[in-house]
């Protein structure tokens, strides 16, 4: 016997496990920059993004097996040419990672969320609002408090090149969505076209570079290896499989909103549990940058649905049938990316 309000209360709960989850993805997200940081040197950065893309394009790869479709052409193609970018993306996060403080790598790479937008309108040749541009000043300026810690003083060697991997993310978003505008593409052949790429691109640049994937395997003990583990199965594997399930379930705005809270997670990883000595100009910092990205992305969303309302038509990518139609948010995922992030985070 069901009573009359069960439904209401189904869908409660239902609505809840998913906020849950997709919370849990961008906390696991917001944790990838302590966690990359205490497995990379400058000297393994390569190596462990090697490894790492590995595992995570083999699970992948199983997984696209198991579903016996078989990846197009075009998938193929597109995979490949993104597969490169994020390859950048990784190298530079990652680089920057060994370079800077976890609490400042997560926070200036969520200036993704300014940059994208930018290039969109350039690309597009549409004016933003600007409001969007006292949003991505007020981010800026939050940058430059928290890298100088309230000092006139260049930002650091880890901090140029996290900020360098956010503007290759935003190509990279951008470019995925150029790429993939009205043709049908199976967001999974594209993430795991786009990982096997990365993959093959650090296993030959570990031939020539820092330490070699046998040695840096090597060296992984326990500890080591568990990280190692959570890094690929739930900051890419999980996180990729929870937004394609979620986005089914809820609408793509919400994903965004709550993945959208990633700098927030990374920024108490890294006070807390990494205990970066951050001043109190660092603190304004971290309100001005995550005030800054939170206002810059609800005017541009505005924006864009005005933009969209006024054309007559949808300018998402077509993914195939059951698949999620937004696939921006991935590119923080396999980052860490991904880091795959937005892309996977680091």
Known sequence: MRWPD??????????????????????SWGSTYLVAKELVTPASVVALLAVRMLLAAAVMAIVVAARRKRVTAAELRVGVILGVLLAAVFAFETFGIAHTSATNAGLIISLTMVFTPILESVMSKRRL????????????????????????????LGDLLILVAAIVRA????????LSTGRPMDSLHLTTVQLATCAVLFCATSMFYGDSVPLYVAQLDLAGGALFLYLVLVCTVFAFFVQTWAV????????????????????IVG?????????????????????????????????SLLARAGDGADILPQWAPGEQRSFQTMTRQTSATTSGSTSPPV
């Open 171 to 178: 190509v990279h978003v951008t470019s995925m969505q150029k």
């Open 248 to 267: 089914r379930r809820t609408s793509p705005s919400r994903v965004s909103l709550l993945l959208g809270t990633e700098p927030i997670w990374a920024a």
């Open 129 to 156: 609002p600007g409001a969007f541009f006292v949003a991505a000043l007020i981010a800026v300026v939050g940058v430059a408090l928290l890298a100088g810690n309230g000092a006139l003083r260049a930002p650091s």
């Open 6 to 27: 069960d439904e209401p209360v189904t869908s409660l709960l239902s609505r809840f496990r998913v906020d849950l989850l997709l919370l849990l993805v961008a906390a």
């Open 271 to 303: 006070i807390t549990l990494a205990h970066d000595a951050i001043g109190a100009a660092g603190y304004v910092g971290i309100a001005l940058i995550l005030a800054g990205t939170a206002w810059g992305r609800s005017v541009e969303q505005k924006h």
